[in-house]
């Protein structure tokens, strides 16, 4: 199905419908009775475009008009927190992308980088902190996860952005207080000794390997 889309001038819309900046975005579904009103209007606005018709404008005017009583006003989001969701959605997708940076998350969310660390400085954040935060509290959760057993903590590096085992060590012990050995292990998590038959039974042996911090 082919998609339309119809650029309105900021002005009209304020005109007829002032808060219309506080929507990120709306769904008016064509199964709906204002879904049908506004599907109506556009289809005459684009064939009225398309004739060159002079009564186009007064469409538009009436398309914002009608946008302006349809819309939900029970606390409609905030543009900035779609804006700042759709970032954040964004790079959780990509946790395990070493080459993310803040303008891949202000093109997804369609704002300029000074305009992203302002959305996020309002959360007490900063996209590099809370990308790290995020990728940290992934670790942690493949860390403490049974079936995540047979991963090494190298594997769980590279799997949520860190450049090795060194760096998620380093950043863990500073979040945590542990290192994600110690962490994985008073979870529960990590894979018991096997014995050998006849083989002494030591609680204090440790299985190590040689690209774990």
Not at 16 to 21: I, N, R, V
Not at 61 to 82: H, I, K, S, T, W
């Amino acid at each position: 199905m082919a998609t339309r889309a119809i650029l309105v001038d900021r002005r009209a819309m304020r005109c007829h419908f002032p808060h219309f900046e506080r929507y990120g975005a709306c769904v008016l579904r064509g199964c709906d009775h204002s879904g049908e009103v506004a599907s109506n209007i556009a289809n005459d606005l684009f064939e009225a475009a398309q004739d060159g018709s002079d009564w186009a404008d007064r469409l538009v005017d009436c398309l914002c008009q009608f946008l302006g009583y349809a819309m939900p006003r029970d606390n409609p989001p905030e543009a900035a927190d779609v804006w700042l969701c759709a970032a954040m959605a964004f790079a959780r997708d990509r946790l395990g992308d070493t080459d993310l940076r803040a303008g891949d998350l202000a093109a997804v969310a369609g704002v300029s980088i000074r305009h992203l660390y302002a959305l996020f400085a309002a959360t007490g954040q900063t996209p590099k902190r809370w990308l790290m935060d995020e990728r940290l509290a992934a670790a942690a959760r493949d860390l403490s996860d049974p079936e995540s057993i047979s991963l090494r903590i190298s594997d769980i590096a590279e799997a949520q952005g860190f450049r090795d085992s060194a760096h998620l060590s380093t950043a863990f012990r500073r979040r945590f207080g542990v290192s994600p050995r110690a962490y994985r292990s008073r979870t529960g998590a990590e894979t018991p000794p096997q014995r050998t038959p006849g083989q002494a039974d030591s609680r204090n042996s440790q299985d190590f390997r040689t690209d774990d911090p």
